[in-house]
């Protein structure tokens, strides 16, 4: 070790460790790796607020599993926690970002168990390492300008920002540096020619984020050769598998595989390993020609859990390409439960109450998941009872008063039986016994709870299940669940949702509708059959989501059976002419709210077209004299639910330049009013005559006098204003739904039920000029042309 690292090192261990307490008497310190031993973490003691003198007497020690070290030791006289091993982070954690050793502090009379986590933070101890020292590549002339070669990356012990941090290459004229997330490539900057360049030496240095900085190199020699122009690429970036324990020897855990477009020696791959630990090295094997990966060495999940491999692929001229293997290791249960008697009292006085602690024993499984789960017993025959405690503990305990001169000595037998398949035990007879306390509150396996339901659901229905654990015995461990009280839309939690006691289900009281409301919370207790009780609560939150139940409603034209609206188109009108819109809307959500728009019958099919999102109706070809006056379109306007709902509307349209040319209204209808209209249609033509006649010579007068204002622009669409609305519907850009771009405006009719006509005027060539309007009464007509010819303010 340097004078700069020991300087650095003996900083670290004086500076002020980091104490963390957690709940159950747990305790946590931060410290860097490599300090000496008998450095001092920090006074426990004072930490967990024991008495530094008593803690001879309590025979207090830091206690670990038979097969672990001990990494620190407890100051008697003081309480202090000091290093009792050299620590090396890379040894225990490899690459993990977050190393703990786990530690206990055992004290007696009474029992206290406090759990120790020491974070050992990294140093920069570690310089980057390539997995050569040289790297032949051989690049065929051929090569074009830009193509990348990988380069096997540099691997780092140390983690964070003293791992890899950047990569320099030495200056040269044919190569460039590029370095992504996970890869290092050589680029091609310049092309080769192999008549004046055969062989190029490069260095690439490879930088931690250390301060000193630490760094490594690597020799690239190139070869230049002619092309090889593919290299070998993996049927997979990242292969998987999964490896029992205890696996016999010679087993192919997976078999990699990686073609070369190539053809000969060129496209020849043989397979080898990138950068690998030495435990990988002397546990793993690949095959050169296959591909195939074997176990040369027996796997122990207590061990490794895992195993990360780095594989490479070579064709025959020297191009690589890698990918990794992942390996997991799964539990055997090859370990039975391990019985230690940790504490016990010599010899037990005879005067000792029932219910007195005895002894304390400790049950270990190395094993892990179901496995691990370990049952223990004792025999019937002796005044004994084994309590569940703290943990793997067990505190053995008297059930009875003890008279030396009937018994003097009692064998005591334990027997410790895990989960798994086949089960596994063992036991163990020493004298005495222990007595031990517990207690936990349920605690649910997870922080909060998401529930998700469509609406229109039936009532009784499941949302969620909801798990609290408790590891208590017996009743202690036994949870009830119950909803706390609370309101949801002014109304009572219990009127939407029920919770099963004993099984914590959540269930729908009643139908929920998602244009109502969308989500709510509530809250849940787990509550055990301790005395007194404990218990715990969390936030569970319900989210209704929408289903397609509501059909379109169209806005314009009004719907049939009030009144109709017709349109005017002039004779002149051109193809791409727009003449009117259809708007609608949906009170669903998402997609269930995206409208199209389709005209599903019309007097001539070929004579107007409507936008699939827009509903604008516009003329698919010029207006000619063969074509009918009277036109009308049957418009379906459809959702984008599944299945999807749809409603129709009827958009009559009138071709004609002037009054005099207009038909019998009640004919736009398709005959659905009654004759009698046709009369008072009649009178209100002659009389709309008579009035025009009037207004004409008016309006002629009036053109002397005022300043003509410029005829109104309109760009075909018709405004609702905000009252027609119905409530609850959002805006959704082009999906058929009201757009804030659009500006409508209507004119109605007051008295007439049986017809409603507006004119338009346009800002564009595309949009049809309309100079006159029906209207239902003379009054209206006149209205019409003043505003048109000679008004100087037009209300829209």
Known sequence: ???????????????????????????????PEEIERGSLIGNIAKDLGLDASKLPSRKARIDTDESDKLYCDINLSNGDLIVAERIDREALCGDKPSCVIKQELMLENPLELHRISLHVQDINDNSPQFNAELIDIEIRESAVKGAR???????????????????NLQRNDNFALGVESNSVELVLDKELDREKLQDINLILTALDGGSPQRSGTVLIHVTVLDANDNIPVFSEAIYKASLPENSPLDTVVVTVSATDADEGVNGAVTYDFGHISEDVKTTFIIDHKTGDIKLIDAVDFETASSFELRVKAKDGLGLTSYAKVNIEITDVNDNPPVINLKSLTIPIPENVSPDTEVGIISVQDRDSGKNRQVRCSIQQNVPFNLVPSIKNYYSLVTTDRLDREL???????????????????????????????????????EQSYSAYVTENNKPGSTLCSLTARDPDWRQNGTVIYSLLPGEVNGAPVSSYLSVNGDTGVIHAVKSFDYEQFRSFKVHVMARDNGSPPLSSNVTVSVFITDVNDNSPQILYPAPEGS??????????AHGGSLVSKVIAVDADSGQNAWLSYHIVKSTDPGLFTIGVHSGEIRTQRDISESDSMKQNLIVAVKDNGQ??????????????????????????????????????????????????????????????????????????????????????????????????????????????????????????????????????????????????????????
Do not use: W
Not at 416 to 445: H, I, R
């Open 1 to 31: 070790m340097s004078d700069m690292r020991k300087s650095t090192l003996q900083g670290c261990s004086v500076a002020i460790l980091i104490v963390l307490h957690f709940a159950l008497g747990d305790v946590s310190y931060s410290f």
């Open 149 to 167: 070669f990988p380069i096997e990356e540099a691997h780092d012990a140390d983690i964070g920002k003293y791992s890899v941090q950047r990569y």
């Open 407 to 445: 018994v003097s000595d009692y064998n005591v037998s334990i027997t410790a039986t895990d989960e798994g398949s086949p089960p596994l035990s063992s036991s163990k007879t020493f004298q005495l016994s222990v007595a031990d306390v517990n207690d936990n509150s349920p605690v649910f396996e």
């Open 563 to 572: 009144s109709f609206m017709t349109e005017l188109v002039p004779k002149a």
């Open 643 to 796: 299945p999807s709902l749809s409603a129709t509307c009827s958009m009559y349209l009138l071709i004609s330049d002037n009054l005099a040319e207009v038909p019998e209204l009640k004919d736009m209808s398709y005959d659905e009013s009654n004759s009698k209209v046709t009369s008072y249609l009649i009178i209100a033509l002659v009389s709309v005559s008579t009035i025009f006649l009037t207004f004409i010579i008016i309006i002629l007068g009036l053109k002397f006098c005022r300043r003509r204002k410029p005829r109104l622009l309109f760009d075909g669409a018709v405004t609702i204003p905000s009252a027609y609305l119905p409530p609850n519907y959002a805006e959704v850009d082009g999906t058929g739904t009201l757009r804030s771009t659009y500006n409508y405006d209507t004119y109605l009719t007051t008295g007439s039920r049986t017809s409603d006509f507006k004119f338009l005027t346009s800002y564009n060539d595309n949009t049809l000029p309309v100079d006159q309007t029906l209207r239902k009464s003379p009054a209206d007509f006149v209205d019409a042309f003043e505003d048109s010819e000679g008004s100087s303010q037009v209300g829209l």
